[in-house]
């Protein structure tokens, strides 16, 4: 029996305990069974999931959805799978789905990396982590999610051409990004300037008015 094989994988957040009022958990529960995935079970049918074929992209840490629900009003040709742990924020983006009448949006809420097991090698044509839990501890460098570990299992399920794109306001998290994916012989790319269609969330103002500076990388996989 291999005996690494059998560990649960590093935790990547850091767990935030905040209730939710009575009526967001009564939308929650109202909600939930129509747009959240099991987080465990077999490969993802995405086809089946949103009854049709399209680009499908991974956006990790959704925080209160501002940035997943955007995307995917923006890009109604392509599907979107947001992944958060924190009830609130998904229970904040579950609303937004709602109200805003996407049908081209599901939620994890669970673990993402639990969850990409379920996901096929070369299934998604982008994987998205804005502002993951920076780790600034050197003893916790390991648990960032974009350690060189996990951007080789994430760079697995990219198809050729697919992006990965991080968005830090870390300095230190950037460049050790940056040293992982430059590190990864089928990663191409680097710093570019914020896209566009990339929204600033109330979390990312919050940390441009107190000074931080934003940092975009986005990398093409080539093999």
């Known amino acids: 029996m291999n005996a690494a094989a059998d560990r649960p ?8 305990r905040r209730p939710i009022s009575a009526t967001r958990a009564a939308r929650f529960e109202r909600l939930e069974p129509l747009w959240c995935l099991d987080e465990v079970g077999e490969t993802l049918d995405p086809i089946e999931v949103f009854g049709r074929a399209a680009p ?6 959704i925080g209160a959805g501002e940035s997943l629900t955007s995307a995917a009003a923006a890009d109604p040709d392509s599907d979107l799978i947001g992944a958060d742990v924190h009830t609130p924020g998904v229970a904040a983006t579950l609303a937004r789905i709602d109200s805003m009448g996407l049908t081209n949006v599901r939620l994890l809420h669970g673990d993402a990396m639990v969850f990409v097991e379920r996901l096929a090698p070369y299934s998604l044509a982008g994987i998205r982590i804005f502002f993951p839990d920076p780790w600034p501890k050197a003893r916790h460098r390991h ?5 060189p570990a996990n951007v080789d299992r994430l760079v697995s399920l990219l198809e050729p051409g697919g992006t990965l794109h991080i968005a830090t306001d870390i300095d230190d998290y950037a460049e050790s990004t940056r040293l ?3 590190a990864h012989p089928e990663l ?6 914020r896209p566009e269609w990339r929204v600033v ?7 441009i008015e107190a000074g931080r500076t934003v940092t975009d990388l986005i990398y093409r996989r080539i093999g």
Do not use: N, Q, W
């Open 201 to 207: 969330t109330r979390y990312e103002s919050k940390g």
């Open 56 to 61: 499908l992209v991974f956006e990790i840490g």
């Open 188 to 193: 191409d790319g680097g710093v570019v300037d």
């Open 143 to 147: 648990r960032r999610i974009t350690s």
């Open 9 to 16: 994988p590093v935790r990547t957040f850091k767990p935030r």
């Open 180 to 182: 992982a994916c430059c």
